[in-house]
């Protein structure tokens, strides 16, 4: 009897884990293509950057559970970039879009933008212009978070 308690306290944490990941899966697409699209802006991905959004991923409590899955979103996103930058660019604004519903998910994207922006010491105009629409995107005021 406990045998299956246990089986079944197994099985429903799994759930509620993948439940989790499927809930956040258009916050995870919107957060590391935003910090990949700001990282690539002014043509080149520095570092700095790197490993700023290396490390913003990694500590994210609501990526957590995601594991690799966010290392293969930010490859993809890179590979995008790098094959056609306006074609991966309107892939991760639509992204974007799909959490400009959940105030707080499109404060979580914008502000994880505007850490990697500034990562290198100082804000690109690119990287700006970037800035600019996302938070138009989202329905934020950019004056807010800077």
């Keep these: 009897m406990f045998g299956l308690g246990k089986m079944f306290g197994k099985k429903a944490t799994a759930a509620r884990t993948e439940l989790k990941k499927l809930e956040n899966r258009d916050l995870m697409e919107a957060v590391v293509g935003g910090c990949m ?77 505007l850490t990697i922006a500034e990562a290198d010491g100082e804000i690109e105009p690119q990287e700006q212009k970037e800035l600019d629409v996302v938070a138009n995107t989202l329905g934020l005021r950019l004056a807010d978070y800077v």
């Excluded at 991905?45 to 490993?51: M, P, R, S, V």
């Excluded at 991923?57 to 995601?66: H, Y």
Aim: aromatic letters at 6%; glycine letters at 8%; a negative charge.
């Design 37 to 113: 699209l700001i990282a690539f802006a002014d043509g080149e991905c520095e570092e700095a950057e790197l490993k700023t959004i290396e490390s913003l991923l990694r500590t994210s409590k609501a990526l957590e559970g995601f594991g690799h899955e966010v290392t293969d979103t930010m490859n993809r996103f890179t590979e995008r970039l790098h094959a056609g930058y306006r074609v991966a660019r309107l892939e991760i604004l639509r992204e974007i879009g799909d959490v400009k519903g959940n105030r707080a998910e499109a404060e979580d994207v914008l502000v994880s933008m």
